[in-house]
């Protein structure tokens, strides 16, 4: 997947425990676990905010894009137009 979920290393500079999260944003520990570990297929954008607002921080603190180990692009990208 060429999404990676860098949530642990947000939590570390925060001094912050998973469970501690999960109860700030109202989310189980068993689907916080999940989206740490990228087991996910999305994220709902209220979630994100939240996750956001409980570590003061950016989406892009905490989830990065690095390209498929073929370095190929998605076989059918959605124009902007299409989002």
Same mark, same amino acid.
């Not at 425990?17 to 996910?40: C, D, F, P, Q, Y």
């Not at 956001?52 to 902007?80: K, R, V």
């Given at each position: 997947?060429?999404?990676?979920?860098?949530?642990?290393?947000?939590?570390?500079?925060?001094?912050?425990?998973?469970?501690?999260?999960?109860?700030?944003? +109202?989310?189980?520990?068993?689907?916080?676990?999940?989206?740490?570990?990228?087991?996910?297929? +999305?994220?709902?954008?209220?979630?994100?905010?939240?996750?956001?607002?409980?570590?003061?921080?950016?989406? +892009?603190?905490?989830?990065?894009?690095?390209?498929?180990?073929? +370095?190929?692009?998605?076989?059918?990208?959605?124009?902007?137009?299409?989002?």
């Amino acid at each position: 997947m060429a999404i990676i979920v860098l949530l642990d290393v947000m939590l570390a500079r925060r001094k912050m425990k998973s469970r501690e999260l999960a109860e700030r944003i +109202g989310i189980s520990e068993v689907n916080l676990s999940l989206l740490k570990s990228g087991k996910v297929k +999305g994220i709902r954008f209220e979630t994100l905010s939240k996750i956001c607002a409980a570590l003061n921080c950016q989406p +892009g603190d905490i989830l990065s894009y690095e390209p498929d180990a073929e +370095g190929a692009a998605p076989e059918n990208p959605s124009s902007p137009a299409e989002l």
